[in-house]
């Protein structure tokens, strides 16, 4: 998808209060998309997070982000495709395993709408947390609702809080539905898991838009894929049988 508006104002926000990477990976080099309509979001982002220069200034003649990550100082950042179209560091097929040689090597992951387009997201997810250190921070922006056609999935907050939070045991840093329109400020989206419903209501506070499922993990130490991610609310149901049948 590349950086539009509303990740720009995640992606200042978030640059002043991780810890500066070393080594940062782009999945898909990220272009960065200037909505003029929206160049007062722009503005403030930059200046609520002590940033001097205009957006405009961050774009560079061949639209990507580069500039933006050089200014945000994300460390060393590389890019990785399945082609080498765009010039990516690593071109490597995100349906089949990583080179081990990757492993733990990045501080930083970011995900601006590569995943909805790889056919095994399992694969890829187990990728992206094989690639990352202990203590990194994965951010992904992926179609949650409203890219009808747009890719070749579209993923529900149970898989964050499923995959990441149970299968994976790292820490869900925030999970939100983000609308496109930079005026709305979206909507948190809680472990269904602990709602004990899916999370259908929480549909009624979001427009109808083009909605992202906008998320950031932190792989904490002892983190390790130990199987499957099953959605909550079966879970809980078999759970709550397995105990009423003991």
Not at 158 to 166: E, F, P
Not at 212 to 233: C, F, N, R, W
Request: charged share 20%; with cysteine.
């Amino acid at each position: 998808m590349g950086i539009d508006c509303v990740l720009f104002q995640r992606l200042t926000a978030l640059s002043r209060v991780i810890d500066a990477p070393e080594r940062s990976l782009m999945l898909g080099r990220q272009g960065l998309h200037f909505q003029g309509r929206f160049g007062r979001f722009y503005k403030r982002a930059l200046a609520a997070n002590d940033y001097n220069p205009n957006a405009r200034e961050l774009i560079r003649d061949h639209g990507y982000a580069d500039a933006m990550w050089d200014e945000f100082d994300f460390g060393h950042v590389e890019s990785m495709d399945m082609s080498d179209f765009e010039a990516a560091d690593h071109v490597h097929d995100l349906n089949v395993p990583v080179d081990p040689a990757l492993h733990g090597k990045f501080d930083f992951i970011f995900d601006g709408g590569t995943i909805e387009h790889v056919f095994n997201v399992p694969q890829a997810l187990a990728n992206v947390f094989n690639m990352l250190k202990t203590g990194g921070t994965f951010v992904s922006a992926n179609g949650m609702n409203g890219w009808y056609g747009h890719g070749l999935y579209q993923f529900n907050p149970d898989l964050v809080w499923s995959y990441w939070q149970r299968a994976a045991g790292c820490e869900v840093v925030q999970c939100v539905a983000l609308p496109k329109d930079p005026n709305h400020p979206g909507v948190d989206m809680p472990d269904p898991a602990n709602e004990g419903v899916r999370l259908r209501k929480l549909w009624q506070q979001l427009p109808r838009d083009q909605i992202y499922l906008y998320y950031q993990i932190k792989k904490t130490e002892g983190a390790a894929l130990t199987g499957p991610a099953m959605q909550s609310d079966y879970q809980n149901r078999w759970d709550k049988a397995a105990e009423a049948a003991e």
